[in-house]
């Protein structure tokens, strides 16, 4: 069992940067590939953000990509979300997922078996 934990969101002007935290209890965290998701009220939870086991390979959605970086200390049984040039339509909770099922990045909130409680990010315009 892994449990997940997320901090550091909050209230941002637009362009500013936030960096979020999930911590993860287990000892079974740096097998798993980890995502960071979002979800705006009456939207579905996205991929935002993707790591390897390894962190060697990343992966980032389009509307992302430039501005999101993710990282992961398995050491710490951490893993990093950070975003940078915010909009407002940046605007919703980040959950952190952890997928026990497989090694590869997957896009779909399905394929993720963990999940944190969420951290709200608000970007004001």
């Known amino acids: 069992q892994v449990q997940l934990v997320e901090s550091g969101g909050g209230l941002v002007q637009a362009g500013g940067s936030l960096r979020l935290s999930c911590a993860a209890s287990g000892r079974t965290f740096s097998s798993y590939p980890m995502g960071w998701f979002r979800q705006a009220p009456g939207k579905e939870r996205e991929l935002v953000a993707g790591i390897s086991a390894s962190g060697r390979a990343t992966y980032f959605p389009d509307s992302v990509k430039g501005r999101f970086t993710i990282s992961r200390d398995n050491a710490k049984n951490t893993v990093y979300l950070q975003m940078n040039s915010l909009k407002p339509e940046d605007t919703a909770v980040y959950y952190c997922?952890?997928?026990?099922?497989?090694?590869?990045?997957?896009?779909?909130?399905?394929?993720?078996?963990?999940w944190g409680q969420g951290t709200q990010v608000t970007v004001s315009s």
């Open positions: 997922g952890g997928r026990s099922g497989g090694s590869a990045i997957k896009a779909a909130p399905t394929a993720y078996d963990y």
